[in-house]
Each structure stands twice: as C-alpha cells, then as structure tokens.
C-alpha cells in the first residue's frame, strides 16, 4: 500500500499527534490488505479502520473543529487547529480511496468463496421481482420518508446512520428533496436472495433502488446514499465538576444527560455513495453547516460493520481465519490451591491473552470468601458487559466485606455500561465512588485487605490493561499480582486518597500519576543520560500505546544526543520521529499491528544491576502523565522480570508485523526471516514455556512479613493508615482528555 505522507505534519524530529493516529489507521489498513492474513481476518481488518476512523472524527476532529477560532498551536509542530484540520481532512481522502480499493478487491476474494454482495441493478429479472415483493412487504411498511419543504424542515441526522436521498421532480418541473433513514437497528442490513443463501444486498442499496415506489407523486431524477458522523467531544467534567457536592444518582444523572447531548453535536465528516449532483452537494453543507472539505465520496458500502456477518457465514472454512487460539492456564498458579496461598510465597504475573484471566478471578471469588479478608477495593475503568468481576465483587460484599469500588463514568464511549454496573454493585452493598474533580483514574488497581492474629495483610494486583473479561482475550496486557507489605501499603494510600478526593503527591515504589509518575519516569531517565555522558554504557526500553507528552519526548531526545541507546515500541500515536541525525539517531521506533491489539506498558530503565523494570497502566501521553490517576509498578521478582525483558526484546525482532520508523516518519515492515513474536508468544504459552523457576543466585522469596498492628482487631478502616502527602486537585483546570484508552 502507499505510504501515507507525513511530511506536512512533521518538524525536526516531531510529528502531528493527529497525523501520526492517522499513520497508525493506515497501518491498520495495510493488515487488510496483506495476503499473509487469512481472507476473513482481512475483512475484520478493514472494519477496525472504519470504526476507528468514526471515532478519530468523533473525538480528534471534533476538538479541532470547536478551536477553529483559537490562535493556540500544536505545541510540537506549531500547526494551528485550522492547518491540522485541513492537512487531516487531505490524508483521510487518501486513506478513503485505499480503503474503497482495498473493499474491492477483499469483495472479489469473497465471491470466489461462494459469498456474494451483489449491487441490485447487476441481478436478473427474478432476482429483481423478489426483491420488490421483499421491499414491499418487509421494508416499506418500516420506513419513514420525508420531503424537505417550507413545512417540513431539513431533518435530524443521526451518527452514523445511513440515509437514503431523491432528488424529486415535481409535475410543475421544480426540485425537491426527499430523505428516507435505511432503517438502521431495525431493518435486517443484509437481504438474502432465493438460493444458498450465500447472496446478498443491503438494505440501503434495496431503498435507493425503490424510492419510486416510496415517492409515488415525484419523479426521482437522482438518487445517493449518505452517512454523517458528528462529533463526540463534549465536555464530561461539566458533570463532574460538581461531583463533590451531588449524591450519586445525582451525578449519575448528569452524565447520562452529557451522554445524550452527544448524540447532538455538529458534524463533523460526511460520506456519500452514488452520484452528487452540485445542488444536492450545496444543500447538505447548507443544512449541515459543513465545508465541501468535509464530503468524502465512497466507492465501497458506507458502513462496513456487515462485515462480521460475512465473516459468520464463512465460519466452516478454518483456513480463512486464524489458527484456534485460546488463553492458556497458567503454569506458574496451581489450579488445586488457593491463589493467595501461592501469592504469598511468591509473585504471579498473568500475561494476556496468551494466559487465561482465570486466576484473577479465582483470587476475587476466593477473597470474598475468606474470613480473614475484611475488604477489596478495586478500579473499575472498562468492564465486560457480563462482567464476572463485577459478579465478585457484589458476592463479597454480600458475603459482609467491605468492598469499595471507584468506577469511571467518565470512561469514553463505556459511560453507559458503567453508570449501570454502578447501581448494581451499590444495590448489593458496594461503596462506590467515582474519581476526582477533573481527574479520570484509569489506573489498574486492586488491594485485597487481610486480618489475621492483630495482623495486616495486603495483595495487590497492577495491571496495564482493563478489568474486562472479553477485551482479555484480544489485548496484550500484564497482571502483576503480590504480597509485598510495602506496595500493599502504597496501594492503600492509592484507594484513601481517592476516598477522600485527592491525589497521591509522594509514593517510594509505585509510580502514580498526576503527581509522581512523571517526575520518577525524568529522575531515571536522567540516571542514563548522566551514565552516558560519563561514558558507561546506558538503556532506555518502553513499550507504550501514545507518545505525546513533549517533556518526555524532549528528555528522549536529549537522552539520544547523550548517546542512551533506546528502543521504543510505540503501537500507536507517536510524535517523535527516531533515527534523525543530530537528534535522534540513537532511537529506534518500532510499532506492532497484529492479531491482538498490544496495549501493555513496560518501562525499562537501565543496565545490569541498575536495571529497573516497570509495568503501567499509563502511556506517556500528557493526558496520562498529568490529567489521569495512573499507577506503575516495579516488577522484582528476577523471574517475572525477566520474562518481561525476553517479551520486549522478542517485539524488537519482530518482522511479519512489526514495522519500524525511518528518519523521514514513514513506517515500514522490517526485513529478514519472517518471525511474528504475537504467534510465538502463543506457542510458549501452548508449550508451558513460562514456568518461571527463580534463579539458582536467587533464594526463594520467603512469604512476606505481615505489618503488626497494635490495636485489636478492626476493619480497614480503623486501622491507623501509613502517612502520606496528598494535594487536593483544582476543580476545572485541567482540559479534559481526548481519545479512549
């Protein structure tokens, strides 16, 4: 596929946050196209893009387009709203037509398996008759046509559905507009016709085919189907600004009426099918108040989501799929003793999806069990819509534990499925609370509290991913599970400062963001630079989903002129370009598209000895780094850590979907013998390869001492908390966040 260009969006060794989201979508293009995945794959392939394209407009374009006014410029580039704007409207163009040849080739490869998406005035007369009796019968009766006059108003346009538009003649020889929705939700999208039931056409086609059945008294000189997205970027702190002072059903309610506001907001980008005639073009900008910049023509079908019906019908042919893969048990948990047992002789890190998620949940269900487990508090940021965590936790607290959970309602694009599990676990006895002022908490949390012989004992769970039981099985991610007293102790100051609207200022092991996660991640960056210069041998190796935060980027770049040899794999935003002479010659950027989407975060600073290494649920993102509750965890077990290190390293040679940055911001596939490291990973999961033994030079980590407590036995609540300094967070000032996870 042609490279998407990326010098108008590129200074130095920067480039345009939304230009560079764009080169990932593109990357995620090119694995549709690619003949080395199986056909239907290819096909869920080109339906992410579209999805993702929907919610960059939704999200991105929608904040450029309401500071269209503002003077304000990317603080990388120097590009204004209006300049990013223009250049992102000119790369989706490009990407648009990739895709519309991309569908049309992926259609041909389709009908040569016996599955058919046919355009209705390419099939026979019979076809055509049963079609009409169908229309008649099951489609017409349904649909709500409208005729735009002087009495009837150019009508509400809802995201993302597909319209169908006439233009009408009139008897007297005038023009008219009349609008026909395609029934989405309620019409069955693909129409099968009489056989194998392998042949289709879709609905909107069937309604543009017969409007003149639908506008009897008109005739239609002109016919094209449209889709509008509009944008989503409303401001969600607008609810929880006054949080402090609402009851819960109270703020849950002022969400859910920001939610709905969504559904309202201006345009942002329409597509269209079939021919547009200049008038009809006019009218749309007009009654939508959209520049022409903001049309896009479609060749290929305007919503591709249809497509995992396709990919259904095709479900006997194993060879257009990927190989079975399902998450291994793992190795290193004993599925015949209790989690926390096996906890506390030693750490646990649950690698998904390559392992199972299972003991997680056994460890919830366990504890809410225990009769020495006096609480469970836990992070809720994206759940499953059948979420077996929250079935735990609502166990537990039935059970008479206190169980104390922070959900995010202001998780974008999941505020709904939250706000329900939100009144589910408090009607079962939960206290839940729902983060800061300004402030998302996305971190990866969970702290099971113990009290046993006037003793206090923590397990701590950090992730890097969601507590999501579907999103497990397709997203990399890391589960660190321990019974260290000290990150348990941390971990509690975590949860009481969120109880109490507040923010960590200081922690010694965790890293925590808004407060001390990034001036931590500088202090060990700096460590290498100032071995660098003194010239010892230095290292840098991150793992992240975003790279935009410019104070990191510049330590980076300051980090590559010192002569810190560093790695970053980036999957997707990056605004730095590495291998740049003079700036960045010493980094190297890889980003992977493959099979599962790779969301963990690693840190690893330095070499030998000094080697720390980091799991986190935080990119380096300045909405992460500075706007979110985020928490990294040291990885100290030599074993565990190790098998972090032989992970990252496996990415750096990955060359089937790997790709790496030249110094110019185009990214390309790596050369040499095909090695996928996503498919390895599933073989040594397969093969039991991570049992993890603890070096020979390493005796076995003795079950943590447990912190003495004085006084008699109480809940967690009584017993005296670690000091700790916190800040209170300023209502409004900080933005809010762009873009979901």
Aim: aromatic letters at 6%; glycine letters at 6%.
């Amino acid at each position: 596929m042609k490279d998407l260009i990326v010098s108008p969006g590129m200074k130095g060794c920067y480039v345009n946050r939304e230009l560079s989201w764009l080169q990932f979508n593109s990357r995620v293009l090119e694995e549709a196209e690619d003949t080395a995945n199986p056909l239907c794959e290819r096909l869920n392939f080109v339906s992410i893009f579209q999805s993702n394209l929907d919610e960059f407009y939704m999200v991105r374009v929608g904040m450029l387009m309401d500071t269209l006014h503002l003077t304000a410029t990317d603080d990388k580039t120097g590009m204004t709203s209006a300049e990013q704007t223009a250049a992102v409207l000119e790369q989706t163009r490009q990407l648009l037509s990739e895709k519309d040849r991309i569908c049309k080739s992926l259609m041909v490869e389709l009908k040569d398996q016996g599955v058919e998406l046919c355009s209705f005035d390419r099939l026979s007369d019979k076809q055509q008759s049963f079609l009409e009796k169908y229309f008649t019968t099951n489609v017409l009766p349904l649909l709500s046509p409208q005729i735009i006059g002087r009495k009837q108003p150019f009508p509400f346009l809802r995201n993302k559905a597909i319209y169908a538009v006439a233009i009408l003649k009139t008897k007297s020889g005038g023009e008219r507009m009349g609008i026909v929705p395609c029934g989405e939700g309620v019409l069955r999208r693909l129409v099968s016709l009489p056989g194998d039931g392998r042949h289709f056409v879709l609905v909107e086609d069937l309604i543009a085919s017969f409007l003149p059945k639908i506008f009897t008294h008109y005739k239609v000189d002109g016919t094209v189907l449209i889709r509008l997205v509009r944008s989503a970027d409303i401001h969600m702190d607008e609810a929880s600004s006054e949080m402090s002072d609402m009851l819960a059903e109270e703020y849950r309610k002022s969400m859910e009426k920001l939610i709905r506001r969504r559904k309202r907001l201006q345009p942002v980008k329409l597509e269209y099918q079939g021919k547009l005639s200049d008038t009809v073009r006019d009218a749309l900008c007009s009654c939508l108040g959209l520049s022409r910049r903001h049309l896009f023509a479609s060749r290929a079908a305007l919503d591709l989501s249809f497509m995992g019906a396709l990919r259904d019908i095709l479900r006997d042919r194993m060879e257009l799929f990927y190989p079975r893969r399902v998450p291994q048990n793992s190795p290193n948990v004993d599925a015949l003793r209790p989690v926390a047992e096996q906890v506390r002789e030693r750490d646990l890190m649950l690698t998904y999806p390559y392992e199972s998620v299972r003991p997680l949940l056994r460890l919830l269900q366990e504890a809410g069990q225990d009769p020495d487990v006096v609480s469970i508090k836990m992070t809720l940021y994206r759940v499953a819509h059948n979420s077996k965590i929250v079935e735990a936790l609502v166990d537990a607290a039935e059970n008479g534990k206190e169980v104390v959970a922070l959900v995010e309602l202001r998780a974008r694009f999941d505020e709904e499925n939250n706000i329900g599990w939100s009144r589910v676990l408090e009607q079962a006895g939960c206290r839940v609370i729902y983060g800061l002022d300004g402030l998302k908490v996305h971190s990866k949390l969970l702290l099971i509290t113990r009290m046993r012989n006037d003793q206090v004992e923590y397990i701590t769970q950090v992730g890097t991913g969601n507590y999501n039981e579907d999103t497990v099985r397709l997203y990399t991610d890391y589960a660190l599970i321990t019974a260290d007293p000290e990150l348990g102790g941390e971990a509690a100051r975590v949860f009481n400062a969120l109880s109490m609207g507040e923010v960590v200022e200081d922690s010694r092991h965790l890293m925590v963001a808004p407060a001390c996660l990034r001036d931590k991640v500088v202090a060990l960056i700096d460590r290498e630079i100032e071995l660098a210069r003194g010239g010892e041998e230095a290292y840098l190796g991150f793992k992240l989903n975003g790279l935009t935060d410019k104070l990191i980027i510049d330590k980076f770049i300051e980090a590559s002129q010192a002569g810190v040899k560093i790695d970053l794999v980036v999957r997707g935003v990056c605004c730095l370009v590495g291998g740049v002479p003079g700036l960045t010659e010493h980094i190297t950027m890889h980003s992977i598209v493959g099979r599962y989407l790779e969301h963990a975060r690693i840190y690893i600073f330095g070499l030998g000895e000094r080697k720390r290494v980091y799991i986190s649920s935080a990119d380096f993102m300045t909405r992460n780094t500075t706007r979110r509750v985020e928490v990294a965890a040291p990885v100290q077990n030599p074993a565990l850590r190790s098998h972090l290190e032989k992970m990252f390293a496996d990415q750096l040679q990955d060359t089937a979907k790997g790709r790496i940055q030249r110094p110019d911001g185009v990214y390309v596939r790596r050369s040499g013998e095909t090695f996928n490291a996503q498919e390895y990973f599933c073989d040594q999961a397969y093969a039991g390869e991570w049992a993890l033994e603890t070096p020979e030079s390493e005796p076995p980590k003795p079950a943590p001492k447990p912190q003495t407590v004085k006084a008699a036995p109480v809940a967690p609540k009584a017993v005296k908390k670690p000091a700790v300094t916190v800040k209170k967070t300023r209502r409004g000032l900080l933005r809010r966040m762009i873009g979901r996870d």
